[in-house]
């Protein structure tokens, strides 16, 4: 098993969400979160006062996937992510020792 962790920019989430969807994964975590790579953020005038925006809003999907299902993905969330532009996001893959469902006690890949 493997945990994927996804952060892209928020207005592709629908389109992210509904593309797992379609090849069957359906149990994800969503977070709104902040950050910057590359873009380094950006400046804006606000009251004629000009100050940094160096965290971005993201958000970031975690799921945990078994390893037959990775690849599949990981290609469908770069695809339904892409917009081709700067701070599209990154995707990074774990190890996952172990998954436990807390209301049935079942494990593993059965409490994906």
């Known amino acids: 098993m493997?945990?994927?962790e996804a952060v892209i920019k928020p207005f592709k989430l629908?389109?992210?969400?509904?593309?797992?969807?379609?090849?069957?994964?359906?149990?994800?975590?969503?977070?709104e979160v902040k950050g910057h790579g590359r873009q380094q953020g950006h400046a804006e005038?606000?009251?004629?006062a000009e100050y940094i925006v160096d965290f971005l809003p993201k958000v970031k999907i975690e799921l945990v996937v078994a390893d037959d299902d990775v690849e599949k993905?990981?290609?469908?969330?770069?695809?339904?992510?892409?917009?081709g532009k700067i701070g599209d996001g990154k995707i990074f893959v774990s190890p996952v020792e172990k998954v436990?469902?807390?209301?049935?006690?079942?494990?593993?890949?059965?409490?994906?």
């Open 2 to 4: 493997k945990k994927i």
């Open 100 to 112: 436990i469902r807390i209301r049935t006690g079942e494990e593993d890949e059965e409490a994906i």
């Open 14 to 31: 629908d389109d992210v969400k509904e593309a797992l969807l379609e090849i069957g994964i359906h149990g994800m975590t969503i977070s």
């Open 45 to 48: 005038l606000y009251r004629g």
């Open 73 to 83: 993905v990981i290609e469908t969330i770069s695809e339904s992510a892409r917009t």
